[in-house]
């Protein structure tokens, strides 16, 4: 959707345009590559570390948070469970039907991984690996002043830091 600030009634049209796509895109049915097989229902997921695992993640995070080591944190399980769904048929509905603007899926020989995430740290265009890092990460300086100024912002931003405690 292209804005015009001088053409209020384009831009509504538009973006009702867009939202139908979208809507379409969405209610569709999806054509998955892979056979799925029949697999067990009513299977309940299996964690990496158990709830009290996971609420002593979160009872240690909090204790960082308190005494000031970090300001922010994720913490996070993982969860399995055996289905029948193949890995590329689960991504493709994850794909249509997730909020975050990033998926992705990767065959690691023995596994799949299949996730999304709201922030894109790298991506292939038009050949070339682009990668978009995320906290703690600046553009390098034309000079190497320019590079320890840019060096002590990030040393001096109590954000920053909490990021890589």
């Given amino acids: 959707c292209i804005i015009d600030k001088h053409n209020i009634e384009n831009n509504y049209r538009q ?3 867009r939202i139908h796509q979208i809507r379409t895109r969405l209610t569709e049915s999806a054509t998955y590559p892979y056979l799925n097989k029949p697999g067990p229902l009513n299977q309940q997921a299996v964690t990496n570390v ?3 695992g996971y609420q002593g993640f979160v009872r240690k995070l909090r204790e960082y948070i ?5 300001i922010q944190a994720v913490p996070s399980q993982r969860l399995a469970r055996e289905t029948g769904i193949h890995p590329f048929n689960f991504f493709q509905t994850l794909r249509r039907v997730s909020s975050s603007r990033y998926t992705y899926y990767m065959e690691c020989g023995d596994f799949e991984v299949v996730g999304c995430s709201p922030e894109l740290l790298v991506k292939v265009e038009k050949g070339r690996v682009v990668t978009h890092p995320i906290a703690g990460t ?3 300086g034309k000079t190497p002043q320019e590079d320890l100024a840019l060096e002590k912002e990030l040393i001096n931003d109590e954000k920053e830091r909490a990021e890589h405690v």
């Fill in 66 to 70: 308190i005494d000031g080591y970090i």
């Fill in 15 to 17: 973006a009702i345009d």
């Fill in 138 to 140: 600046r553009k390098r």
């Fill in 50 to 52: 158990g709830v009290g």
